[in-house]
Each structure stands twice: as structure tokens, then as C-alpha cells.
């Protein structure tokens, strides 16, 4: 008989989860929940952490817990591991899934201002380095875990310059800096560092890749960026929520050093 599981179920497992307040982070946090998964979320941004657990735990009694961090402050992480592991337990999965924009994040590259590469960076990148060294030295004293790294398919493939004329979010003109995909592309290299260094210790470390996700985008952009999609339109948040599932399980016990990109097909061409 297999030993190895082939479904998504996470009862039990305890799972911590950075930016768990935000677009994808609050999506995956319900979708680990609805697995079994008691969560701890993180997120800078209180408030909105905590009403994002208070909103898990309406379906899914006692499944959420909110914390309140900077991850690119260490000591504040070592608290949440204390934390987390005193209300839940040893944490299993650790999804580094934060991310940050500074002030200037829509100026050119040739005017960008140093402090705010070096927030975006400090977050984006340190941060991510910094929670897989609290977190992911545990899970290879105890021999056994899973991280799972958000990535951005701009930390892939460089993008298309011509679909930011005439894009907007939320009223503001927009682009993809080049800052954000520098922090991402670092992160896929530590992702596979690590999947490497701590691969003898039964810690996997995989990321996710999400394309295009349509989060209130101006129809101009939509337009333009679904038509470099093979499907043919953004993603919607949740449709992220396989991959995380599928790396955070048992049903991916052999899988480490890998990217799932899900981006309509965008990469292919």
C-alpha cells in the first residue's frame, strides 16, 4: 500500500504564512484552513491580519492565528516562532509570501531612488533569507518540512514594457520596476540553494510563480496583458491555491528545488 497520500490534506499540520493579510496571502490561508491546516498568519498590517484569521476562523473554528511582524526585523521573527509554536506547535510549512512596494515604486529605473530599492529589497528578498533561517533551521533539526517561496513570473521572464502604456491601478500609472523582479529573481536562486542545502535534511523548498493576477487593473491593461496569454485572460487569486496546496502536502513528499508557474501560458512565448 502507498504511504505517501496523494490528496491535499493538511490536518494537523501547522503552516506559517507571511503577507497573510494580503490578495493571495488571505486566499491561501482559507485554502489551507479548508485543508485541515491550522495557520498562523503574519502580516505588518494588523488590523487587517486579524480580520482576515477572525473571517478564517467564522468557518473554520480556531484554524487562524494573527501575528503582527516586520520580517525583516530577526528578533520580531524569533517572537513569532515562539508564539507560534506555543499556541499551535512546530510549525510544518512556512510560506514566504510577503512582499512590499516603497513610495517611488512606479519611478524609472534610471531616476529610482536607492532607500526605496533598499525597502523593496529588504523585504522582498532579506526577508524571505531571514524567515527560512528561524523557521527552516527547525524544521531540519527535526528532519522534516516544507517552505514554499512566492515568486513572480517577472523574476522569470522580463516584461513586456509595451503593455504598461496607458495601465493604471486604482487611478495610479503603472509598471513592473525593476526592483521587483531583481527580488524575486534572488529569491528563486535562494529557493533552489536551499533545496540543495537542506535536502539531506528532509526539508523541501519549492516556489510558486503566479502570472498576471486581475486585482482591480484598469480594462487597458487587462486587455493588453491577456492578450500575451496563451488562456487569454488574468488570473483570479485562488486559482494559486492548487500549487500551494499541492507543495505544502504529503502529495509532493518528492518534489524540492522546484517552480510551479502559473501564468495562463504566459512563459511559454
Not at 186 to 201: E, H, I, M, P, Q
Not at 235 to 242: F, I, N, Q, T, V
Amino acid at each position: 500500500m502507498n504511504s505517501h497520500p496523494t490528496n491535499t490534506d493538511l490536518k494537523d499540520k501547522v503552516v506559517l504564512l507571511t503577507g497573510g493579510a494580503g490578495i493571495l496571502g488571505s486566499r491561501f490561508a482559507h485554502a489551507l484552513a479548508a485543508q485541515g491546516a491550522r495557520v498562523a498568519l503574519v502580516d505588518r498590517d494588523s488590523g487587517k491580519v486579524e480580520k482576515t484569521a477572525n473571517d478564517i476562523n467564522k468557518k473554520f473554528s480556531g484554524a487562524a492565528e494573527a501575528l503582527t511582524a516586520d520580517i525583516t526585523q530577526l528578533d520580531q521573527l524569533k517572537k513569532i516562532k515562539s508564539q507560534t509554536e506555543s499556541q499551535l506547535g512546530p510549525i510544518d510549512v512556512l510560506i514566504n509570501n510577503a512582499a512590499v512596494k516603497s513610495p517611488n515604486f512606479f519611478e524609472s529605473f534610471e531616476t529610482f531612488p536607492l532607500e526605496d530599492w533598499n525597502s523593496v529589497m529588504a523585504v522582498n528578498t532579506t526577508g524571505v533569507m531571514l524567515g527560512c533561517q528561524v523557521f527552516g533551521s527547525a524544521m531540519a533539526e527535526r528532519g522534516n518540512g516544507s517552505i514554499i517561496n512566492t515568486l513572480s513570473i517577472y523574476g522569470i521572464v522580463a516584461p513586456d514594457q509595451r503593455i504598461y502604456e496607458g495601465s493604471e491601478y486604482e487611478g495610479q500609472a503603472i509598471n513592473t520596476p525593476a526592483v521587483y523582479s531583481t527580488s524575486k529573481a534572488a529569491v528563486w536562486g535562494l529557493t533552489k540553494y536551499l533545496a540543495s542545502y537542506w535536502g539531506d535534511k528532509g526539508v523541501r523548498v519549492n516556489a510558486i510563480t503566479p502570472g498576471g493576477i486581475f486585482s482591480g487593473q484598469n480594462e487597458t491593461f487587462v486587455k493588453k496583458y491577456s492578450a500575451r496569454v496563451p488562456l487569454g485572460r488574468m488570473g483570479k487569486p485562488d486559482e494559486l491555491c492548487g500549487a500551494v496546496l499541492f507543495l505544502a502536502s504529503d502529495a509532493s513528499s518528492y518534489v524540492t528545488g522546484q517552480n510551479i508557474i502559473v501564468d495562463g501560458g504566459l512563459s511559454t512565448w
